[in-house]
């Protein structure tokens, strides 16, 4: 049963299990119930963790102001993204290997996003193909997570297969010119079982030997890619591009010069330089020197509705979740996922009307306490 908050499908008195109650309980249950690798593989961060660690602390640290008074007996959730209407500002961001958490992986997310009407941003290293994930979700809202490889022909394949698949963007990663060294997939030598394909690839690096990364063959990702392949990528597609991984006002900046859509403000969930900003603290700066020209969005260590109203007071248009994703899946497929992006939605219901905002066009930078502007 869902109790209608501006469009958005909350879970009500009549849903079936409410015996996890915020996404931290997913996360335990993720942990009791992983195989200990797997575990580790998604919670893991680089090196000593800081960066990861501090996405999440950094959301302590912001204090709000909350406005009374303001008849909040109606609450709009809803927003757009690239003139798509999503239920709330919270979308699902690239994770990889789906189906180390649940049989049919990025199947059941995508139906868990087509269920609530958010973005599903999936991965390359999806352990089910594009079209698999838009066979089990035809009418979901999806972008695609692109890597640039050495094979540029490699990029460009998958450009065209998303394009005929309907996707509406293309997510460039740009913070992985090679992996971050996590030590926890280092001492447990991670590798994807035998039973299962980076299947994106499939049929391409079957008769490679040679150092694995995650799936596919070591230096398979160019370290070399510069703004002119964005240029490049440009050419490529009508699609728009959002570009994931930016910290700085810098690469803000060439970002919109070379003609982009959107910025994620991004670390990779802290897998990659351990010791840089957490995003939280980064998005200013990129709003205001974007000034409205792309859209700006967030990932990275959002875990309760107070974290997406801080993002969004802060500029962001809508934030992304990783890894509760993948503990949601663990926990019960699609009706996992489900809860998750319920329940961080419900709260941020919660949020935004305890604070006076009626809408997402209310909540504004004067709601975060001022030290933190
Ligand atoms: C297990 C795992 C796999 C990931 N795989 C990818 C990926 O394939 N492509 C990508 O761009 N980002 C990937 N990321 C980064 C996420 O898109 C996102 O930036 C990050 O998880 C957000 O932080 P959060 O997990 O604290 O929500 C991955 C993150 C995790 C935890």
Redesign the pocket.
């Known amino acids: 049963m869902c109790q209608l908050v501006g469009g958005a499908c909350m879970p009500g008195p009549g849903d079936a299990d409410m015996s996890l109650i915020c996404l931290s309980d997913f996360e335990a249950y993720a942990k009791e119930h992983l195989p200990k690798a797997t575990w580790e593989?998604?919670?893991?961060g680089a090196d000593d963790c800081y960066t990861?660690d501090d996405?999440?602390q950094a959301f302590t640290r912001i204090r709000l102001r909350p406005r009374m008074l303001r008849d909040v007996s109606m609450t709009d959730t809803r927003t757009t993204i690239l003139g798509t209407e999503i239920s709330a500002p919270i979308g699902i961001?690239?994770?990889?290997?789906h189906c180390l958490a649940w049989p049919d992986g990025e199947m059941s997310t995508a139906r868990a996003a087509e269920a609530v009407n958010v973005c599903y941003?999936s991965?390359?290293?999806?352990t089910c193909s594009v079209e698999e994930i838009v066979g089990a979700a035809p009418d979901g809202f999806r972008w695609f997570?692109l890597?640039i490889y050495r094979d540029r022909k490699l990029s460009e394949r998958l450009v065209r297969r998303v394009e005929a698949l309907g996707y509406k963007a293309l997510?460039l990663?740009v913070?992985?010119p090679y992996t971050g060294k996590r030590r926890s997939d280092v001492r447990n030598n991670f590798r994807l079982p035998p039973h299962l394909k980076v299947k994106n690839f499939e049929g391409i690096f079957e008769d490679q030997c040679g150092p694995d990364n995650y799936g596919v063959p070591a230096n398979t990702l160019d370290p070399s890619i510069s703004w002119k392949d964005v240029h490049w990528l440009r050419s490529l597609t009508r699609l728009p591009i959002i570009v994931?991984?930016i910290l700085t006002k810098e690469d803000a900046e060439l970002a919109v010069e070379h003609g982009v859509q959107g910025i994620?403000v991004?670390?990779?969930?802290?897998?990659q330089l351990d010791g840089e900003l957490a995003?939280i603290d980064a998005l200013s700066e990129i709003v205001e020197t974007v000034h409205g020209r792309v859209e700006v969005y967030v990932?990275?260590?959002?875990?309760t509705g107070s974290d997406v109203l801080k993002a969004l007071a802060l500029g962001a248009k809508c934030v992304?979740?990783?890894?509760?994703?993948?503990w949601g899946l663990a926990y019960k497929g699609e009706e996992g996922v489900r809860g998750v992006l319920q329940i961080l939605a419900e709260e941020f219901r919660l949020s935004m009307a305890l604070s006076g905002c009626r809408n997402v066009s209310e909540i504004t930078r004067n709601l975060i306490h001022s030290s933190k502007l």
Do not use: C, E, M, W
Request: aromatic share 14%.
């Open positions: 593989y998604y919670a893991a990861r996405n999440l961001a690239p994770t990889a290997f941003v991965s390359t290293y999806s997570q890597y997510v990663t913070d992985v994931k991984g994620i991004s670390n990779h969930g802290g897998r995003t990932d990275g260590g959002i875990r992304f979740i990783g890894r509760p994703v993948v």
